[in-house]
């Protein structure tokens, strides 16, 4: 089967531009999450989606960030204004929507954002 | 809320000696836990992860690891490393929340 598809792979913008990423899940998998990787750190968790609502976006920085899941498939994340601390790795993942590996994420290449 | 704890950012072996990575973890449920592999420029792949049941879990490339509850610990093993093996090693926890990963170490093989 596919994978998550993710792109683009690499991004680089200056601060204050936007930038837009998108996230294609596995298909059939109902949850679709967003993740920041700065360099030298885990990933963290900015949103999950869950079909199309959202059930956490606990640590999204909703003054700049915003991310939508329309008709429950692929996923959009978009930064506007950037700034140079969102210099990062923007993962997507999806896990399926129940069973066993409910909780098994499956992790996309990732978005390389640099702000300058 | 759940926490993860890797002991050493970075680890050195030498090809063909043990691999250990070290986990700690902290969960108010009993949790689920994963390692994760990421290569360099690419997303992270599942190695192994303990869920119930049996508490030692064998995963890809010859990796396992053991669930001990009394020290919280799930720590990672290989017994005989592989220069393909070089990569960063994620530990993550699962709980009544969100998937929470540590810092992360990096493992690099000696020739």
């Known amino acids: 089967e596919a994978g998550v598809a993710q792109s683009p792979r690499y991004k680089i913008i200056e601060k204050r531009q936007s930038v837009a990423f998108w996230c294609n899940p596995i298909?059939?998998?109902?949850?679709l999450y967003w993740y920041q990787q700065i360099l030298g750190q885990g990933p963290k968790l900015l949103i999950q989606?869950?079909?199309?609502?959202?059930?956490?976006d606990s640590q999204l920085p909703k003054d700049r960030f915003s991310a939508e899941r329309l008709k429950g498939v692929d996923s959009t994340l978009k930064i506007q204004p950037a700034k140079l601390e969102d210099s990062a790795v923007y993962l997507c993942?999806?896990?399926?929507?129940?069973?066993?590996?409910?909780?098994?994420?499956?992790f996309g290449p990732g978005t390389r954002l640099t702000v300058l | 809320a759940q926490s993860v704890t890797q002991l050493g950012s970075h680890v050195s072996v030498s090809e063909g000696a043990l691999v250990l990575l070290r986990c700690n973890y902290s969960?108010?449920?009993?949790?689920?836990l994963f390692w994760y592999v990421q290569y360099p420029n690419q997303g992270l792949q599942l190695l192994l992860k303990?869920?119930?049941?049996?508490?030692l879990v064998k995963g890809i490339n010859g990796f396992e690891a053991e669930f001990k509850k009394s020290e919280t610990s799930f720590h990672l093993t290989k017994p005989s490393a592989h220069m393909s093996d070089a990569a960063e090693y994620f530990c993550?926890?699962?709980?009544?929340?969100?998937?929470?990963f540590g810092q992360g170490t990096r493992l690099t093989i000696n020739p």
């Open positions: 993942a999806s896990s399926p929507r129940a069973g066993a590996s409910r909780y098994e994420q499956f």
């Open positions: 298909s059939g998998h109902a949850t």
């Open positions: 969960s108010s449920v009993p949790p689920y």
């Open positions: 303990y869920t119930t049941g049996a508490t």
């Open positions: 993550a926890c699962q709980g009544a929340q969100k998937l929470v």
């Open positions: 989606f869950q079909n199309n609502g959202v059930v956490d």
